[in-house]
């Protein structure tokens, strides 16, 4: 007691529809390293915003140090004024300007800055958290690692007291890491409470204290990092406890696979830009497999290297068994590989198109600008594929902005079979749909593997992976850590891999 340096008490935040937060509690103590986990749309970020005063709360209190009464955060301004920064993944310092400039832009007080003070302020700071950069260098010379801890040293310097830290590490290689915790490490020598958020269970197990879980914007509990073994910290943020696990079979028909048949695709050695270590992977014809794994795990960096979305960085690929060059989507689509990606609103539908043209806008890139269909084939595209996938629109000429986001998730796997595509790769198809259009959407990636096709399939709900995928790839940490098959197809073993083999002590 005493010890706290920060206290949330009851948080509600509510958006139109939405419940975000519902009565959150949150404690961070002095010289503490304080994880927030949870899977996506868990309300870490909201409850990061409710306290550096980017959304107000509506309901709830914040308490700071010793101070008995509550406090108001009516800004991120307001927040630094009183001892909380943030560092975000994204850098937003000036990379222009030097490293000592950016420590302290906006903190100069009077018309004159006198430089040489400045930069040997900056210097003493560097040189105290052993900060590998010149206070006269460019900042945009320095690594991500070392920008990201000018950040936290710009942060520390006004007075902070509770530092928050949003995926610091996303970008950074595993030297980087550790340079970052080391300076961690040394804040947290110096009394200040850090708030770590992360996807990254070896980093939480290597740095952190205690930890905070929060699902479906509700507390699951606060736990001492060496209570919560890292197979219950999976279940309690997938809402799974290990003794509710039940092993999940499809009963639909299936491929019957030739002796000798070719994979449809191989990758060896794959790795891109977005970090992921380099990992092998084959898909057979008429099989569905997928990529599982937390969120930030690489599921999704995975099958962007596969189609060439990212760059990649090394790996051979192989169709049919003859090696191809995939560096971009277009090679990929050439190939017979369709692609719907994970958010449909950024990089799926084109709002202001309608459902006919949302749909056929695949089909016309492969044919290509000089070789335009017809009127009358587009239409008939559409309406065949508006009846086939029971999309309910109005007409094919609806604006596909103006569909339920199910019906536009249906509007985009139209688009990818309309390519007649022999190797198909869904990422998260079923995400924020109707419980109806989830099962309409499992049904037909069934359908289309009984008939041939290779599907790659990814969901968050570990539940619906089991339903559809006949073999799952596991990933830690942009890793592969294994690969299961038959009687491992079940959420103790997905979890238990999940969490590095650890057993339920």
């Given at each position: ?24 509690d949150?404690t961070?103590c ?78 100069q ?11 040997e ?22 690594s ?6 000018v ?19 996303s ?88 002796e ?9 050695n794959?790795s ?9 992977f ?13 969120l ?19 790996g ?107 190797y ?17 959407i ?18 968050s ?28 197809l ?5 979890m ?5 083999g650890?057993?339920?002590?």
């Amino acid at each position: 007691m005493g010890n706290e340096v920060l206290k949330m008490r009851g948080i509600d935040k509510v958006f139109p529809g939405v419940r975000a937060l519902q009565n959150v509690d949150f404690t961070l103590c002095k010289g503490e390293i304080h994880a927030l986990m949870g899977e996506n749309g868990a309300g870490k970020s909201t409850l990061i915003k409710v306290l550096t005063g980017v959304y107000p709360k509506d309901g709830g209190d914040i308490f700071l140090g010793e101070n008995l009464e509550p406090v108001t955060i009516k800004s991120p301004q307001d927040a630094q004024n009183q001892g909380i920064s943030t560092v975000y993944q994204e850098i937003t310092l000036c990379p222009n300007l030097s490293v000592a400039e950016n420590m302290f832009i906006g903190r100069q007080k009077g018309s004159i800055q006198n430089w040489k003070k400045m930069n040997e302020a900056a210097g003493a700071i560097l040189n105290e958290l052993t900060i590998p950069a010149k206070p006269t260098q460019q900042l945009a010379s320095c690594s991500i690692a070392v920008q990201q801890m000018v950040a936290i040293a710009r942060a520390v310097d006004m007075d902070c007291k509770v530092l928050i830290l949003d995926e610091p590490t996303s970008s950074l290689d595993e030297q980087e890491v550790e340079k970052l915790f080391k300076l961690m490490r040394d804040l947290k020598a110096k009394g200040v409470g850090i708030i770590f958020v992360t996807h990254f269970l070896d980093q939480v197990y290597e740095v952190c204290d205690k930890i905070t879980v929060l699902r479906d914007g509700q507390l699951v509990g606060e736990y001492e990092i060496k209570d919560l073994p890292r197979v219950q910290l999976v279940s309690k943020m997938l809402g799974k406890e290990l003794d509710d696990m039940s092993d999940i079979k499809s009963e639909n028909a299936t491929y019957e696979k030739k002796e000798g048949e070719t994979p449809v695709f191989t990758a060896k050695n794959l790795s891109s830009t977005e970090a992921v270590h380099p990992f092998d992977f084959h898909i057979n014809k008429g099989e569905v497999n997928g990529f599982t794994g937390l969120l930030g795990s690489g599921r999704s960096e995975c099958v962007r290297a596969i189609f060439g979305a990212d760059r990649n960085l090394s790996g051979e690929k192989t169709k049919d068994g003859k090696q191809v060059k995939i560096s971009k989507p277009i090679d990929a689509m050439k190939k017979g590989i369709a692609y719907l990606p994970e958010d449909r609103k950024v990089d799926g539908i084109v709002g202001d198109l309608s459902v006919r043209d949302n749909i056929v806008l695949a089909y016309q890139v492969l044919k290509g600008a000089l070789h335009p269909f017809s009127k009358a084939e587009a239409y008939k595209f559409a309406d065949e594929y508006i009846k086939l996938l029971d999309i309910k629109t109005a007409s094919a000429d609806t604006p596909i902005k103006s569909l339920s986001g199910g019906n536009q998730q249906k509007v985009i796997l139209a688009r990818w079979l309309l390519t007649h595509p022999d190797y198909l790769i869904l990422d998260e198809p079923t995400r924020g749909i109707d419980v109806g259009t989830k099962v309409d959407i499992q049904k037909l990636v069934l359908k289309l593997a009984s008939e041939g096709m290779a599907v790659t399939f990814i969901s968050s709900e570990t539940d619906e992976m089991l339903r559809t995928c006949s073999r799952l790839i596991v990933m830690r940490d942009r890793h592969v850590v294994g690969e299961l098959t038959g009687d491992d197809l079940n959420q103790n073993k997905i979890m238990s891999t999940i969490a590095g083999g650890e057993k339920n002590e």
